[in-house]
């Protein structure tokens, strides 16, 4: 039988693991402002499989990962990272969470941008005692009348 003290150690434990993932998720933004991609690398499982916003459908493994951020670096002068409202549930081995995230800065013609926000789906794993990124889905409401994307909305 489960006695109170067994259930606060067990909350203690989620809370704790929590805490771990979220500071890996900011660990993501410092090694975007500082345009690292070794440290984004090691924030990834080696096949993580990204539904990102750009084509196509899936990236997968963390080379195409780190392709987009690529990109992102080649627009970006300077970036920032921001994650709002995160969720979490930890059991074991597997976590999975979601929020909200934007990425915005000064482009490399100077113009700053507030960019957008966007959902956010994590997929985690504890490999070896660290949290990684083995799936994420961002996304944009669709405004189904258009077909377009909704990319004005804030949290």
């Known amino acids: 039988m489960m006695t109170q003290n067994d259930f606060r150690s067990h909350a203690d434990d989620a809370e704790s693991e929590e805490t771990r993932i979220r500071r890996r998720l900011d660990q993501i933004g410092e090694a975007l402002r500082a345009k690292d991609l ?24 963390v080379a195409a ?16 990272y921001e994650l709002r409202d995160l969720r979490f549930t930890v059991s074991g081995e597997v976590a999975f969470g979601h929020g909200f995230a934007r990425l915005h800065g000064t482009l490399k013609d100077g ?45």
């Open 38 to 61: 070794d440290a984004l690398a090691r924030a990834y499982t080696t096949d993580v499989v990204s539904f990102d916003v750009e084509a196509p459908l899936q990236h997968v493994g």
């Open 65 to 80: 990962k780190l392709a987009n951020w690529v990109r992102v670096f080649e627009v970006f002068e300077h970036v920032t």
């Open 111 to 155: 113009t700053e941008t507030n960019g957008m926000w966007v959902r956010a789906t994590y997929g985690m794993r504890r490999i070896e005692g660290t949290w990684a990124i083995a799936h994420d889905q961002v996304s944009v409401p669709l405004d189904v009348l258009t077909g377009r994307g909704v990319v004005d909305l804030e949290p």
